[in-house]
């Protein structure tokens, strides 16, 4: 995969050559003299990865690098900063700022390349999600971010067949994180894998093969999007570049510096969360559109369509389908008293009571105005009715508070019953005799509930 | 990137032999030595592609092909047909099936590998779609398919130096394509390139270097989805590899067979709408979350949103913000004269009227119950009293039509005009104002605008 690299640097040869290696991998490149530029590059070109000198002129690289780490326009793209050997503090101040990996100067083609292309790996899928994402935005069905603040510890499995190396690096990580080697875990098919953050795979290990657990845990699909961090020794840089091949994430050479350790464990985890994050607005965004927005229960849209797969089942065989409609008495009067304001305040408290009273299964929805239904999956008539008859009873046993807790009002609802009588029906049929028992229960005097189960 | 690939081959010694060679490759495995096998493995392990021998007892791979691009559980997974040298008939009773691509027996390692990577490809980017498209599904937010009929044209931009070879694929493709060659769109910098859907790219091109081509149209950001299909030389399979590795979706190898051509072009072509339609599917669904489902006109939510936006353009420096409150006069009493369902009838024809009389830079939304808001960006006073005028009058100028058009119902309506004064005015502070000039329009005797501009 190719990628648009974003070059800054003040010294005119150190870019050329950078340059030079890059384009001739097919990267293309632009290049920046200082730090304000390539802030200013970043924003106008949308490079796919930066690297980022650090000691240039008016701006240097980490300040550069803070700057486009709390932008949101450019905070996706990672940043690669270029250090003199062995300078540990830059590299403690370059990671402080959020950078994403490092390079020391002077700069080797083959951590060079690595480096940017463990980068590009999760490009497209990234772009992908914030495209996506962007839609949202725009519409304004996606709003506000994560907060950036401290990371929670991640689940780490490391899996090193050398039981004291890996207890070694389990130890420099249990500060930040929960590691696991996977001796503790019992072995590699073990149910402890699941819900891991991140798996740190030696590639020295001799009982197995680790490229081929590199494959495994790639390609199956409950463990295809968790990153695995590879370590790699110096002379078997070709095993290392593989195992990226095969869909690592990152790379750490032998013998181990910790707090190189401790920097790329943690860019793996925030990316990871950061992924997670976007998928997780995207899906709440969609679950928008099935939402009540004043009582926060499922809308009409859901109820129909819930309805229509739960009678299928109904009518394939499953259990007895239930639904109850309820209505609350005499609503249009508390809107004239009282204003629109406390008519929201009491259909939202009695969606409250209405949440607390159904079982778990159950499915509360708001049809529209102070019309509710509740659909019962595998539920027989009677039960429905007790159930109907336990919100009824929360909702007439204690005023209301209104007017911010100031006011009180007594509230009652009907409540009609209706279940599945044979194979065959439709919404319409079992939404009608719901309707009909709560006509029943309205003539009956209100503050009830009616059915027409089977 | 590795993958899980189903091998189907009735025959013990194939399956062995294959399996032997992608895994050394680290491709995980499954074998299947009938259609039918092929099938409900594809169903329970998902695999990422299917290598289909044609020639299978129970059931062949023509008609397994054909079940598993029918199923939606399994449409997206790639299939290569294993076809005998030279069958032509078995290629095309295999496309016309929808296999994505083909191996000739005796399977070659370079054309086997080449082509399960350029398959695995999207594959990343596909899984997430597709995972996020489940997630709306199982919430009843998307519905529906595409429909899998006859391909409308694909826009195909030819480059290849060679004039002659550029017409004659031309030739080749136009029966069912709008193939263009690069020297009918004048170069490749040209405006013509926006909209195209492929990219054909000639390996053998000398004025200029196509694998930088092919890295530049992967990186740039108006580009970068779109499929590149390189054409190589079969000396020269080291430069199809590395265009693949950088980008390019598929490969032809020269001298071209035009069916083949027509075939992978038809695959790629495919593959870009079934993405295209994913994204545009999600899109439409977050779209769900702001959008009134009686009237489609926008939602409270977005009328909100967005009038905070161009308030905050107004306040910093755009023209004026107007919007403007229309209340359909006496609603209530259609509803309890006529029912529910002739409400909702005036309801929509009100939303469509009002729809076809503001403008196309308004924002027309419902806010609830009978009252709806027009945000009018950059817009004074007076024109927004023109417009709402217009609308006032396309309402009471022409009865209703009710009762599925069997009746008729004259209606009209109220509306209230605000403009911004100053910077700083909030949202409430507008709808505040229109409301006023609405309930005055409401005293005046109803059917009529008032404003409260500046």
Redesign the interface.
Do not use: P, W
């Given at each position: 995969?190719?990628?648009?690299v974003l070059v800054a640097d003040d010294i005119l040869a150190n870019r050329k050559l950078l340059q030079a290696k890059l384009s001739h991998e097919?990267?293309?490149v632009s290049t920046a003299c200082n730090g304000q530029e390539a802030v200013d590059l970043a924003r106008a070109l949308?490079p796919?990865i930066i690297l980022l000198d650090v000691m240039m002129p008016v701006m240097d690289g980490f300040e550069a690098c803070e700057i486009l780490k709390a932008d949101r326009s450019t905070q996706h793209i990672p940043i690669v900063m270029v250090t003199a050997l062995g300078d540990r503090e830059h590299r403690l101040k370059g990671l402080s700022a959020g950078a994403d990996d490092f390079l020391t100067k002077p700069v080797d083609d083959f951590a060079l390349l690595s480096r940017v292309r463990a980068l590009t790996k999760?490009k497209?899928?990234m772009?992908?999600?914030r495209?996506?994402e962007a839609?949202?935005r725009r519409?304004?069905?996606?709003e506000g971010d994560d907060p950036n603040g401290q990371m929670s510890p991640a689940r780490i499995l490391i899996v090193d067949d050398n039981e004291r190396q890996a207890r070694r690096i389990s130890l420099a990580l249990k500060d930040d994180h929960l590691p696991m080697t996977i001796q503790e875990a019992g072995g590699l098919s073990g149910n402890k894998n699941t819900g891991i953050d991140l798996l740190i795979l030696s590639l020295e290990s001799k009982s197995f093969d680790p490229?081929?657990i590199?494959?495994?845990f790639?390609?199956?699909?409950g463990t295809?999007d968790l990153p695995i961090l590879v370590i790699a020794d110096f002379e078997d840089e070709a095993r290392g570049m593989r195992a990226l091949?095969?869909?690592a994430s990152d790379i750490i050479m032998r013998p181990i510096d910790t707090e190189e350790l401790s920097a790329r464990v943690k860019t793996q985890v925030r990316k990871k969360r950061y992924v997670d994050a976007m998928?997780r607005r995207?899906?709440e965004?969609?679950?928008?559109?099935?939402t009540d927005?004043l009582t926060g229960l499922y809308n009409?849209?859901?109820m129909l369509?819930?309805l229509g797969?739960f009678l299928n089942r109904a009518n394939r065989g499953d259990g007895p389908l239930s639904v109850f409609i309820a209505d609350i008495d005499h609503f249009k009067s508390v809107n004239d008293t009282y204003g629109h304001d406390v008519g929201d305040e009491v259909l939202k408290q009695f969606a409250e009571r209405m949440r607390e009273n159904v079982r778990p299964a159950d499915i509360p929805c708001r049809q529209g105005g102070e019309e509710f239904v509740v659909i019962m999956p595998n539920t027989a008539g009677d039960v429905a009715s007790s159930v109907a008859e336990r919100v009824r009873r929360h909702v007439c046993g204690e005023p209301f508070r209104i007017d911010s807790g100031k006011g009180r009002l007594d509230v009652t609802v009907s409540l009609g019953v209706a279940t599945t009588l044979s194979a065959g029906e439709t919404e319409d049929d079992v939404i009608k005799r719901a309707d009909e028992a709560l006509y029943e229960a309205k003539h009956a005097g209100r503050n009830q509930v009616k059915s027409r189960a089977a």
């Open positions: 995969m190719s990628a648009h097919y990267f293309q949308q796919d999760y497209l899928v772009d992908e999600l495209s996506r839609s949202g519409m304004g069905v996606i490229l081929r590199c494959a495994h790639k390609t199956a699909i295809r091949e095969l869909g998928r995207l899906d965004s969609m679950e928008l559109a099935i927005q009409r849209r859901h369509n819930q797969q």
